[in-house]
Protein backbone atom coordinates (compact mmCIF):
# COMPACT_ATOMS: atom_id res chain seq x y z
CA UNK A 1 0.00 0.00 0.00
CA UNK A 2 0.70 3.21 -0.46
CA UNK A 3 0.82 6.73 1.70
CA UNK A 4 0.09 10.45 -0.02
CA UNK A 5 2.35 13.12 0.59
CA UNK A 6 0.97 16.63 1.29
CA UNK A 7 1.97 19.21 0.52
CA UNK A 8 2.62 21.94 1.74
CA UNK A 9 2.95 20.68 6.06
CA UNK A 10 1.10 24.16 6.90
CA UNK A 11 -0.93 26.40 5.13
CA UNK A 12 -2.27 30.20 7.09
CA UNK A 13 -4.96 32.38 5.01
CA UNK A 14 -7.11 34.88 5.93
CA UNK A 15 -11.32 33.93 5.85
CA UNK A 16 -12.86 33.94 2.53
CA UNK A 17 -9.40 33.64 0.15
CA UNK A 18 -9.10 29.96 -0.96
CA UNK A 19 -6.80 27.33 -0.30
CA UNK A 20 -5.26 25.09 -1.97
CA UNK A 21 -2.84 22.27 -0.67
CA UNK A 22 -1.45 19.35 -3.11
CA UNK A 23 -0.89 15.37 -2.50
CA UNK A 24 1.76 13.34 -4.41
CA UNK A 25 1.87 9.43 -4.34
CA UNK A 26 3.94 6.93 -6.15
CA UNK A 27 2.23 4.29 -7.86
CA UNK A 28 -1.05 3.81 -9.94
CA UNK A 29 -4.36 4.17 -8.08
CA UNK A 30 -7.70 3.09 -8.40
CA UNK A 31 -8.80 6.50 -6.39
CA UNK A 32 -7.89 8.78 -3.94
CA UNK A 33 -9.86 10.35 -0.76
CA UNK A 34 -9.48 13.25 1.21
CA UNK A 35 -10.06 13.68 4.73
CA UNK A 36 -10.67 16.39 7.18
CA UNK A 37 -9.43 16.05 10.86
CA UNK A 38 -10.42 19.06 13.06
CA UNK A 39 -8.49 19.49 16.07
CA UNK A 40 -9.40 16.94 18.86
CA UNK A 41 -11.55 14.83 16.51
CA UNK A 42 -12.02 11.88 14.13
CA UNK A 43 -11.32 12.03 10.22
CA UNK A 44 -14.05 13.22 8.07
CA UNK A 45 -14.29 11.71 4.74
CA UNK A 46 -14.59 14.97 1.92
CA UNK A 47 -14.39 13.71 -1.31
CA UNK A 48 -13.75 10.55 -3.23
CA UNK A 49 -12.52 10.59 -6.87
CA UNK A 50 -11.71 7.72 -8.81
CA UNK A 51 -8.89 7.60 -11.42
CA UNK A 52 -11.05 7.53 -14.57
CA UNK A 53 -12.15 11.78 -13.06
CA UNK A 54 -10.15 14.14 -13.18
CA UNK A 55 -12.05 17.20 -11.72
CA UNK A 56 -14.80 16.78 -8.76
CA UNK A 57 -16.94 19.35 -6.97
CA UNK A 58 -18.34 19.02 -3.04
CA UNK A 59 -20.10 22.90 -2.22
CA UNK A 60 -16.74 24.81 -1.74
CA UNK A 61 -14.49 21.73 -2.37
CA UNK A 62 -12.71 21.33 -5.59
CA UNK A 63 -10.48 18.23 -6.29
CA UNK A 64 -8.47 17.75 -9.25
CA UNK A 65 -6.15 14.10 -10.23
CA UNK A 66 -4.18 14.09 -12.82
CA UNK A 67 -2.76 10.64 -12.84
CA UNK A 68 0.24 11.15 -15.04
CA UNK A 69 1.76 13.67 -12.54
CA UNK A 70 0.65 11.63 -9.97
CA UNK A 71 -0.77 13.77 -7.89
CA UNK A 72 -4.12 15.26 -6.50
CA UNK A 73 -5.26 18.58 -5.32
CA UNK A 74 -7.88 20.32 -3.01
CA UNK A 75 -9.12 23.98 -3.29
CA UNK A 76 -10.97 25.35 -0.58
CA UNK A 77 -12.86 28.31 -1.83
CA UNK A 78 -14.24 31.30 0.11
CA UNK A 79 -12.36 29.54 3.58
CA UNK A 80 -13.79 29.89 6.93
CA UNK A 81 -12.79 30.07 10.05
CA UNK A 82 -14.47 26.40 10.76
CA UNK A 83 -12.62 25.00 7.98
CA UNK A 84 -8.96 25.03 10.36
CA UNK A 85 -8.22 21.56 10.41
CA UNK A 86 -5.57 18.68 9.37
CA UNK A 87 -6.03 17.82 5.29
CA UNK A 88 -4.85 13.73 4.27
CA UNK A 89 -4.97 12.29 1.16
CA UNK A 90 -4.93 8.74 1.36
CA UNK A 91 -4.25 6.93 -2.82
CA UNK A 92 -6.40 3.74 -3.14
CA UNK A 93 -4.63 0.96 -5.33
CA UNK A 94 -6.02 -2.84 -5.92
CA UNK A 95 -5.42 -5.51 -4.48
CA UNK A 96 -4.53 -6.08 -0.74
CA UNK A 97 -5.24 -2.61 0.63
CA UNK A 98 -4.33 -0.61 3.17
CA UNK A 99 -5.28 2.33 4.27
CA UNK A 100 -2.17 4.84 4.68
CA UNK A 101 -2.73 8.32 6.16
CA UNK A 102 0.56 10.90 5.52
CA UNK A 103 1.24 13.57 7.64
CA UNK A 104 -1.54 16.04 6.52
CA UNK A 105 -1.12 20.00 5.55
CA UNK A 106 -2.19 21.53 8.52
CA UNK A 107 -4.71 24.84 7.79
CA UNK A 108 -5.25 27.85 9.39
CA UNK A 109 -8.01 30.01 8.42
CA UNK A 110 -7.74 33.46 10.50
CA UNK A 111 -11.35 35.46 11.49
CA UNK B 1 -27.63 8.53 15.46
CA UNK B 2 -24.04 7.88 15.70
CA UNK B 3 -22.62 5.96 12.80
CA UNK B 4 -19.30 4.78 14.19
CA UNK B 5 -18.68 5.48 18.70
CA UNK B 6 -16.15 4.30 20.91
CA UNK B 7 -15.52 4.29 24.51
CA UNK B 8 -14.18 5.36 26.59
CA UNK B 9 -13.77 8.48 25.15
CA UNK B 10 -11.05 9.04 27.61
CA UNK B 11 -8.95 6.46 29.68
CA UNK B 12 -5.86 7.77 32.29
CA UNK B 13 -4.43 4.45 33.57
CA UNK B 14 -1.30 3.22 35.19
CA UNK B 15 1.24 1.73 33.67
CA UNK B 16 1.03 -2.17 34.23
CA UNK B 17 -2.54 -2.48 33.72
CA UNK B 18 -5.14 -4.16 31.57
CA UNK B 19 -7.29 -2.07 29.49
CA UNK B 20 -10.30 -2.18 26.68
CA UNK B 21 -11.42 0.07 23.77
CA UNK B 22 -14.86 -0.81 22.30
CA UNK B 23 -16.29 0.40 19.24
CA UNK B 24 -19.38 -0.16 17.71
CA UNK B 25 -20.76 0.76 14.00
CA UNK B 26 -24.39 0.68 12.76
CA UNK B 27 -23.41 1.41 9.58
CA UNK B 28 -23.73 -2.23 8.03
CA UNK B 29 -20.01 -2.16 6.68
CA UNK B 30 -17.86 -5.33 6.26
CA UNK B 31 -14.83 -4.03 7.51
CA UNK B 32 -13.62 -2.29 10.47
CA UNK B 33 -10.16 -0.98 11.32
CA UNK B 34 -8.24 0.63 14.41
CA UNK B 35 -5.71 3.56 14.20
CA UNK B 36 -3.10 4.62 16.62
CA UNK B 37 -2.54 8.39 16.15
CA UNK B 38 0.25 9.70 18.12
CA UNK B 39 1.53 13.22 19.62
CA UNK B 40 2.99 13.86 16.51
CA UNK B 41 -0.50 13.74 14.35
CA UNK B 42 1.02 10.77 12.57
CA UNK B 43 -1.97 8.18 11.79
CA UNK B 44 -0.82 4.68 11.74
CA UNK B 45 -3.44 1.84 10.93
CA UNK B 46 -3.12 -0.72 13.35
CA UNK B 47 -5.73 -3.67 12.66
CA UNK B 48 -8.28 -4.69 10.06
CA UNK B 49 -10.94 -6.79 10.14
CA UNK B 50 -13.39 -8.09 7.40
CA UNK B 51 -16.27 -10.00 8.44
CA UNK B 52 -15.02 -10.52 11.67
CA UNK B 53 -11.71 -12.06 10.38
CA UNK B 54 -7.98 -10.53 10.84
CA UNK B 55 -7.04 -9.24 7.40
CA UNK B 56 -4.29 -6.46 8.74
CA UNK B 57 -2.23 -6.75 11.29
CA UNK B 58 0.61 -4.07 11.20
CA UNK B 59 3.71 -4.22 13.21
CA UNK B 60 1.85 -3.96 16.62
CA UNK B 61 3.34 -5.42 19.75
CA UNK B 62 1.06 -8.43 20.77
CA UNK B 63 0.22 -6.47 23.74
CA UNK B 64 -2.26 -5.18 21.44
CA UNK B 65 -5.23 -7.60 20.92
CA UNK B 66 -8.32 -6.90 18.68
CA UNK B 67 -11.46 -9.08 19.14
CA UNK B 68 -14.49 -8.90 16.33
CA UNK B 69 -17.40 -11.06 18.49
CA UNK B 70 -19.82 -9.85 15.29
CA UNK B 71 -19.57 -7.39 12.10
CA UNK B 72 -20.70 -4.32 14.04
CA UNK B 73 -17.89 -3.83 17.11
CA UNK B 74 -14.02 -4.27 17.14
CA UNK B 75 -12.98 -3.82 20.54
CA UNK B 76 -9.18 -3.33 21.00
CA UNK B 77 -7.49 -5.38 24.42
CA UNK B 78 -4.42 -3.60 25.46
CA UNK B 79 -2.33 -6.14 28.47
CA UNK B 80 0.42 -4.58 30.34
CA UNK B 81 0.03 -0.64 29.37
CA UNK B 82 3.58 1.18 28.75
CA UNK B 83 3.93 4.64 28.51
CA UNK B 84 4.44 4.91 24.82
CA UNK B 85 1.14 3.66 24.79
CA UNK B 86 -0.31 6.96 25.11
CA UNK B 87 -2.08 8.37 22.16
CA UNK B 88 -5.60 8.59 20.81
CA UNK B 89 -7.08 5.66 18.97
CA UNK B 90 -9.13 5.76 16.25
CA UNK B 91 -12.11 3.12 15.26
CA UNK B 92 -13.32 3.29 11.82
CA UNK B 93 -15.28 1.12 9.49
CA UNK B 94 -15.67 1.29 5.09
CA UNK B 95 -17.54 -0.84 2.70
CA UNK B 96 -14.18 -2.35 1.65
CA UNK B 97 -12.08 -0.54 -0.08
CA UNK B 98 -14.18 2.32 0.38
CA UNK B 99 -14.85 5.50 2.72
CA UNK B 100 -13.91 5.28 5.97
CA UNK B 101 -15.65 6.29 8.93
CA UNK B 102 -14.19 7.53 11.78
CA UNK B 103 -15.31 7.44 15.56
CA UNK B 104 -14.63 10.29 17.66
CA UNK B 105 -11.03 8.48 19.28
CA UNK B 106 -10.23 7.41 22.79
CA UNK B 107 -7.35 9.42 24.36
CA UNK B 108 -5.17 6.89 26.22
CA UNK B 109 -3.10 8.38 28.74
CA UNK B 110 -0.99 6.40 30.83
CA UNK B 111 0.76 7.38 33.71
Known amino acids: SQQGEEDPQALSIQEGENATMNCSYK?????LQWYRQNSGRGLVHLILIRSNEREKHSGRLRVTLDTSKKSSSLLITASRAADTASYFC???????????FGRGTSLIVHP | DTAVSQTPKYLVTQMGNDKSIKCEQNLGHDTMYWYKQDSKKFLKIMFSYNNKELIINETVPNRFSPKSPDKAHLNLHINSLELGDSAVYFC??????????FGPGTRLLVL
Open chain 1, 90 to 100: VPASGGSYIPT
Open chain 1, 27 to 31: TSINN
Open chain 2, 92 to 101: ASSQDPGTQY
